[in-house]
């Protein structure tokens, strides 16, 4: 039994530590991108052993991959929750108010938030091997999107309105990277809304309006 609990002890130590040294990676990542990151910088901010980067992750680059990779899977978790906290029969307007809610959530924050951001943004364009785990993730938001788009464009096929989403999701991630995307961290939160929604929305929509 004490051993056993000795073990528990030894693991949930172990786990804190991985959570700290991801924690203290995402940060300075936000701050300098990967060419500006340093293990002693890392493990100084975590409050850990340089030895504990190899033990726990192998490598900079794979603790920086794991950072980055559960920065991501928050972010799809936080729009999964947004599209389904909607109802079966959302209007197009509030469709595309919870697919970018998370985004705009960090435009409006501005600072660490939207930094990271367009870290993860930065890096999903090429993402690196390992981020398969994600896939279900990725199916889950694509199956919530559908759910809703389906009812607001019922004369769309199936393939055409995941199109859609994908475009809608670059566009978030164009604009964590774009000048533009400055712009509307200026902004009150409902401002930015006010801006970003219909243009989401019209992602959406493509021109189903015309049909």
């Not at 000795?6 to 936000?30: H, I, N, P, W």
């Not at 993860?120 to 994600?134: C, F, H, K, T």
């Not at 759910?147 to 604009?175: D, K, S, Y």
Request: hydrophobic letters at 45%.
């Amino acid at each position: 039994m004490i051993r056993a609990e000795k073990t528990d002890l030894r693991r949930e130590a172990g786990q804190r530590t991985r959570d700290s040294l991801e924690a203290a990676a995402l940060e300075l990542l936000a701050q300098r991108g990967q060419e500006g990151v340093t293990v002693r910088e890392i493990t100084d901010r975590a409050g850990a052993n340089v030895a504990a980067v190899s033990y726990h992750f192998g490598s900079l680059k794979a603790l920086c991959d794991s950072a980055i990779e559960h920065a991501l899977e928050r972010y799809l978790d936080a729009q999964i929750l947004a599209l389904g906290s909607l109802g079966s029969t959302p209007t197009l307007q509030e469709v595309a108010t919870a697919f970018a809610r998370p985004m705009i959530r960090a435009l409006a924050a501005g600072g660490q938030d939207l930094a990271m951001m367009r870290t993860v943004a930065r890096v999903g364009i090429d993402p690196p091997q390992g981020w398969e785990r994600l896939n279900g993730k990725f199916d889950q938001n694509r199956r919530e999107a559908l759910r809703v788009l389906t009812a607001n464009l019922p004369e769309v096929g199936e393939q055409e309105l995941i199109f859609r989403t994908r475009c809608a999701a670059g566009l978030l991630n164009w604009l964590a990277l774009a000048p533009i995307g400055a712009e509307l961290a200026a902004m009150p939160a409902e401002q930015i809304e006010r801006q970003l929604v219909p243009v989401v929305a019209g992602a959406f929509r493509g021109d189903a309006a015309d049909r």
